[in-house]
């Protein structure tokens, strides 16, 4: 299992507010696919995410917002974490796909993207076996060393936008739960 569905009721309230946050920021002029939030700022503004993970036993370390440009398909990649993490989906995720792929260890070179993120880009991609596809419709817990792309829904003209979280306690928990 790459991925699994967390059944939070209040997740488009959410995301409404962390895109009323996101607005308030430079994130989406950045024009960079990866943006590190300041936690405690966005947590100020939207506490029911807290309150919501703190239901979970999910303590938060980082949130970092995905903005991807319409019409772009973000490349075969592994992330750099070990551990799963949380994605959210903020807007125009619909008809969007998130594909997760086997990939041969040997071709994958290190990155580092223009805001400190890193990860592992595939050398070549047509050697990719996809194994699973994931629409983001709701949030999930995901396992980001499976190589994975996200592409877009060419119907949209504004960017897709997620976040993502990485917390400070072990998610199994809620990874394992049937």
């Not at 807290?50 to 239901?55: A, G, S, V």
């Not at 999910?58 to 949130?63: G, N, Q």
């Not at 750099?80 to 997760?100: A, E």
């Not at 592409?151 to 306690?169: A, C, E, G």
């Amino acid at each position: 299992m790459n991925y699994k569905f967390i059944d939070i009721p209040n997740h488009q309230l959410i995301s409404d507010k962390v895109y009323n946050y996101i607005l308030s920021t430079k994130i989406l002029a950045d024009k960079v696919v990866w943006s590190w939030t300041f936690r405690w700022e966005l947590l100020s503004v939207v506490p029911e995410l807290e309150q919501t993970l703190d239901l979970l036993n999910l303590e938060i370390d980082r949130i970092a917002i995905i903005n991807t440009q319409p019409g772009r398909t973000i490349n075969i990649h592994v992330d750099y974490d070990t551990v799963p993490r949380m994605l959210w989906p903020i807007k125009n995720c619909q008809g969007s796909y998130t594909n997760f792929y086997n990939v041969d260890p040997n071709n994958l070179i290190e990155y580092q993207g223009p805001k400190g993120d890193k990860s592992f880009l595939v050398k070549h991609p047509e050697l990719a076996e996809k194994i699973d596809t994931l629409e983001l419709t709701a949030p999930v817990i995901f396992k980001p060393w499976i190589a994975h792309d996200i592409v877009t829904n060419p119907l949209y003209t504004d960017s897709r936008i997620s976040m993502t979280i990485r917390f400070k306690n072990n998610t199994d928990h809620i990874f394992s739960k049937g």
